[in-house]
């Protein structure tokens, strides 16, 4: 699954348990029937077991929203076992079955009836529906079974290690489809309202990975090069882009198919949006879900970044038809070894997949989001290690997190980069071979790989990042013509002190000379000593040579480390000139990985804010619109912290200098001629800096952008939000786009863009308009409802209070359904407060109705609100020295500092700083106590 983005179900964690492997499941057939009517359904499944010793009872899993109605055991001769009692614990989502007689060694069938209600809490199987061109919902039956919510649909075992070949029939209304995991056997009508349709039987497969769809769209069918049957799923008037995921989808199995030299393990691939998914996509076997704007978006239709993210979730969700479908893990603390290698491989497919992008624009963007991601998770004290539960606890949820997907897919790069490409091939191919259709732990799949190195296998190196929390931060000095290199874990808090070590792979680059080939480094201390005719040696002391270190350096110049580096001031200044008079030094991965590096230590306060400045400079000469819109939002991070008027002034001065070419370069041409996805993403900011600029033809389409959508043409969601923002201070114009929420949008993104372009304003009455929209409307996403009333509750938090009290009802049954958290609502809406009376009335109020599972957020929002009131205390010494990131930045009078870089860099003209360098350098030289 490409990731949980919406977890509100309570999970009795203290109460469950892990099934007995005394009783295996091998076959299990499914007979359901469906009421769409009266969304109901009823149904009787078999399940073949095998029982490896005497028992007197044995237990399945079966959720509160399941009613078992009968059981029967029958032996392997096609003898009954009379049942004398079965018993259902929901605390335990347990079904237990007591025969009369003990169960010896043997196989057995266990057939159950039961019945239950289609869900709306977007777990287990779920009621949703499509949109036709006029607005109108048709009814669907989805299922969501990951991670262990196909309890809440039937009795089976609900473990991933547990896994069988199912056989599905399904009876449904007539004039609907029925797709599954296995290709269609039979349809056949049984009545004049109902038809049956039988499916063949699977492979074996984990219960969470079985999908079933009862729907009435159109079919876009093609095949892969090796005759896979591709089907994509779509409403008719989205066929156009239902081709487009059609084509990247045949893309993808081509790709993996001999990337991993593994056939396809499946006999054919559907591909279905679903409205009101709770993830970015699920990986059933056969049977992929998207996202509805995703599966169904083009170019044209959906923001460029967004678009990029709904091509890598196909070939995440193909990716994981290997990785997690053919071979299973046993438990979810393996629960990385599918989603970070699915993760990485998606990434890593589409750049060597024909594009219209340039090679290594996937790898960038993969490295942006997996280094920013895994460390904005991993840097904190309290933080678990990616395989942090034990084989034996029950915690499945908890996997599903940034390091799961981001932290392990960089460390799955790091391991190909440091075995090489045709190692890493054989070792994937070998572990498919030996575990196919079978469950794999992290130990099996570390057998299929051999040694890094003579002293460290792939295991060792993999349990050394995995099982431990964190990351290293590496801090590279010279001494005479000598480096030496500390490592030591990073975390926002200074005064935490560890031991840890890390695996830190050495590529080291100096200057114009190649980059060396990688070395395996765990101590606290390494020593280079760099002979300039021979390179680097290593030594285990420091061995001060005569000769100067003049040259820049780099310690991971192919980036494989998920940490930080960093260097001294020196090294720093000598990259900066480097950088300035030729960029290409550095790669565009390079050049990446260290604005990311230089971002996350200025927020640390680790480096000096005027290095970011002088290494700033050169992006006049930046052609990546990735990286320059990076260093844009470091630099408007750094003028937040400054106090003075006349300070900020000159600083957006200095960003008009380094920015106003990229402005003119990629403005000036149409949006519908740009090519590159980065230009495309990023095309919407720099017309509004152009027209904050005052650049003539940014402010010409801007007012041209306005006065289509006005006239009800389509505008691309890029801008949407962006000019609307400009506009909507007039009342007039408010009213007028207000009014168009009902017509304009034709997709969920438009709908989010505009309501909360709206939900800007400072006009009562206007707020008032909006939330009173939100609740009544049928058009937009029911999970944007949170949404609007946050946004007003910034805006009038004492109006969006009243609001909530007087419809708690409505928001509690929302809530209620999992359209979204009870936490974040609380926490906007009470932290928005200010008075102690209306901290009296929030107390108050609850004390008479339920916060649900809200009750962390409430209490959050409650310890902020009394700040507001409470009377300012003095603060310690210590206190200070503990506050925010950006008071830190100021203590350095960084406003002040600027100034006099800024005006000795401008004396000596931008082109020529290594005057101005030395001059303020030397005289405010950044010194970390």
Same mark, same amino acid.
């Given at each position: ?10 999970? #009795? ?6 099934? *007995? ?66 018993? #259902?614990?929901? +605390? ?69 290690? @547990?896994?069988? @070949? ?17 290709? #269609?056997?039979?349809? /056949? ?61 045949? +893309? ?139 084989? !034996? ?204 590096? #230089? ?140 009014? /168009? ?81 009870? !936490? ?7 932290? *928005? ?13 609850? /004390? ?27 603060? +310690? ?45 030397? !005289? ?6």
């Amino acid at each position: 699954m490409k990731r949980l983005l919406l977890l509100t179900t309570i999970t #009795l964690l203290a109460f469950a348990k892990r099934l *007995s492997k005394d009783v295996i499941p091998s076959h299990q057939k499914f007979h359901l029937a469906f009421d769409i009517d009266k969304w109901r359904y009823s149904g009787t499944t078999e399940i073949r077991i095998k029982v490896h010793r005497t028992i007197s009872s044995f237990w399945l899993h079966a959720a509160k929203n399941v009613n078992v109605t009968k059981v029967v055991l029958n032996s392997d001769k096609k003898k009954t076992v009379e049942v004398t009692k079965f018993v #259902l614990d929901y +605390k335990l989502s347990s079904l237990t079955v007591y025969p009369e007689k003990d169960l010896e060694d043997g196989n057995y069938v266990v057939t159950l009836w039961f019945n239950g209600e289609v869900s709306t809490t977007l777990q287990g199987i779920i009621k949703t529906g499509w949109l036709d061109v006029r607005g109108e919902k048709h009814p669907q039956v989805t299922t969501h079974f990951e991670p262990d919510k196909a309890r809440q649909a039937f009795p089976c075992f609900d473990e991933p290690a @547990m896994k069988v @070949m199912i056989k599905l029939i399904v009876d449904h209304p007539k004039g609907y489809q029925c797709n599954s995991a296995a290709p #269609l056997e039979t349809r /056949k009508d049984i009545s004049n309202t109902i038809t049956r349709s039988v499916f063949e039987e699977t492979v074996p497969i984990s219960i969470y990975l079985l999908a079933i769809n009862i729907h009435d769209m159109s079919e876009v069918k093609g095949e892969s090069p090796t005759g896979i049957p591709i089907t994509v799923l779509t409403p008719p008037h989205k066929k156009s882009a239902a081709y487009v995921t059609l084509k990247w989808a045949k +893309k993808a199995l081509n790709f993996f198919e001999k990337f991993l030299d593994t056939k396809y393990p499946f006999k054919k691939l559907d591909i279905m949006g679903i409205y009101d998914l709770n993830s970015s996509g699920m990986e059933n076997i056969g049977m992929i879900h998207l996202t509805y704007d995703c599966i169904y978006a083009d170019s044209k239709s959906i923001n460029a970044k967004e678009y990029i993210h709904c091509r890598n979730s196909i070939f995440h969700e193909v990716a994981h038809m290997w990785f997690g479908d053919l071979v299973s893990i046993k438990w979810w603390n393996d629960v990385w070894l599918k989603e970070g290698f699915a993760s990485f491989i998606a990434s890593y497919a589409m750049d060597r997949v024909k594009t219209d992008q340039p090679p290594g624009y996937h790898d960038i963007n993969f490295l942006d989001d997996s280094l920013l991601d895994g460390i904005t998770s991993d840097q904190f004290t309290f933080v678990k290690p990616v395989r942090h539960v034990q084989e !034996n606890s029950y915690a499945p949820s908890a996997m599903f997190n940034d390091l799961s997907y981001s932290k392990a897919a960089i460390i799955i790069r790091s391991v190909l980069g440091l075995i090489g490409y045709n190692a890493f091939r054989v070792g994937l191919r070998e572990y498919f071979v030996k575990f196919k259709f079978a469950s794999a732990n992290f130990e099996d799949f570390a057998s299929s790989f051999g040694n890094i190195s003579l002293q460290l296998s792939v295991e060792d190196y993999m349990k050394n990042w995995l099982n431990q929390a964190g990351f290293p931060e590496v801090y590279s000095e010279s001494f005479g013509n000598t480096l030496r290199i500390k490592q030591m874990r990073y975390t926002v808090s200074k005064n935490f002190v560890t031991d840890q070590t890390w695996y830190v792979p050495i590529n080291y680059k100096v200057a114009d000379t190649p980059s060396s080939t990688y070395t395996l480094w765990r101590s606290r201390y390494k020593f280079l000593s760099y002979d300039w005719d021979r390179g680097f040696k290593v030594s285990n002391m420091l061995t001060p040579l005569t000769s100067k270190w003049e040259s820049w350096f780099i310690i991971d110049s192919k980036s494989l480390t998920f940490g930080i580096h960093r260097y001294d001031n020196d090294n720093y200044k000598r990259l900066a000139k480097g950088l300035i008079q030729d960029h290409s030094i550095l790669t565009d991965t390079q050049r990446l990985v260290h604005v990311t590096n #230089l971002d996350l230590l200025t927020n640390q306060n680790r480096v000096d804010p005027i290095t970011v400045l002088e290494t700033s400079l050169y992006i006049k000469k930046e052609r990546n619109m990735h990286i320059i819109s990076k260093w844009l939002i470091l630099l408007l991070s750094l003028r937040s912290t400054m106090d003075n008027r006349n300070h900020r002034f000159k600083f957006n001065h200095y960003l008009k200098t380094l920015f106003i070419d990229h402005v003119n370069r990629i403005i000036s041409k149409p949006f519908s001629r740009t090519t590159l996805w980065d230009d495309k993403a990023n095309y919407s900011w720099l017309l509004i800096l152009g027209m904050r600029w005052n650049v003539p033809i940014a402010r010409k389409k801007i007012r041209r952008l306005y006065r289509h959508f006005k006239a009800g043409q389509h505008i691309n969601p890029n801008f949407l939000s962006y000019i609307l923002r400009l506009y909507l201070n007039n009342s007039d114009h408010w009213i007028k786009v207000f009014k /168009k929420l009902d017509t304009y949008p034709k997709s969920l993104q438009e709908i989010k863009k505009i309501m909360r372009a709206l939900c800007r304003t400072s006009i009562v009455k206007h707020q008032y308009y909006m939330l009173k929209y939100s609740i009544s409307s049928l058009n937009i996403p029911r999970s944007e409802i949170k949404t609007v009333l946050c946004y007003i509750a910034y805006k009038n938090a004492s109006m969006a209070w009243k609001f909530f009290k007087k419809h708690y009802k409505f928001y509690f049954r929302l809530y209620g359904e999992a359209q979204f958290s009870m !936490n974040k609502l609380l926490l906007c809406l009470v932290s *928005s407060l200010y008075t102690k009376s209306e901290y009296n009335d929030v107390i108050a109020f609850f /004390k008479t109705h339920s916060s649900g599972t809200g009750e962390s957020g409430l209490k959050r929002g409650l310890k902020q609100l009394s700040l507001s009131f409470a009377p300012k205390k003095k603060k +310690k010494k210590k206190e200070q020295e503990d506050d925010l990131v950006t008071i830190k930045i100021k203590k350095l009078n960084f406003g002040k500092r600027f100034t006099q870089w800024w005006n000795a860099i401008t004396a000596t003209e931008i082109r020529n700083t290594d005057d101005a360098y030395e001059s303020f350098s030397s !005289n405010n030289r950044f010194v970390r106590k």
